[in-house]
Nanobody, 121 residues
Framework: QVRFVESGGGTVQPGESLRLSCAAS????????MGWHRQAPGKQRELVAR???????TYAESVKGRFTISIDNAKNAVYLQMDSLKAEDTAVYYC???????????????WGQGTQVTVAS
């Protein structure tokens, strides 16, 4: 069974920074990509950033230049450095990992439980 440990959420003022961390464990034999999605109240879940095991990163237009995603393949972990935070970044942030897991046929997406990020003055 895949388990996630997410940390780093909290409440900050506009312009400040946060760093989210997410580590997956449990019967993993391959890692294809990891990433972060977010969901604000009343809105659909959206991609924030994603990074492959090879280091190729994709960002939502709204966070380009402010957020930086990184991966540690050895730890099955992904990090999101969020700088110059804005009120519109307020959301629950979910970690996602595309993993190959023993006794499960084929790689698939697994989701963390989410961590709240609130940006308010």
């Amino acid at each position: 069974q895949v388990r996630f440990v997410e940390s780093g959420g909290g409440t900050v003022q506009p312009g400040e920074s946060l760093r989210l961390s997410c580590a997956a464990s449990g019967g993993i034999y391959s890692l294809n990509y990891m990433g972060w999605h977010r969901q604000a109240p009343g809105k659909q879940r959206e991609l924030v950033a994603r990074i492959t095991s090879g280091g190729g990163a994709t960002y939502a237009e709204s966070v380009k230049g402010r957020f930086t995603i990184s991966i540690d393949n050895a730890k099955n972990a992904v990090y999101l450095q969020m700088d110059s935070l804005k009120a519109e970044d307020t959301a629950v942030y979910y970690c996602v990992a595309n993993l190959g897991v023993y006794v499960v046929a084929g790689p698939q997406d697994y989701w963390g439980q989410g961590t709240q990020v609130t940006v308010a003055s």
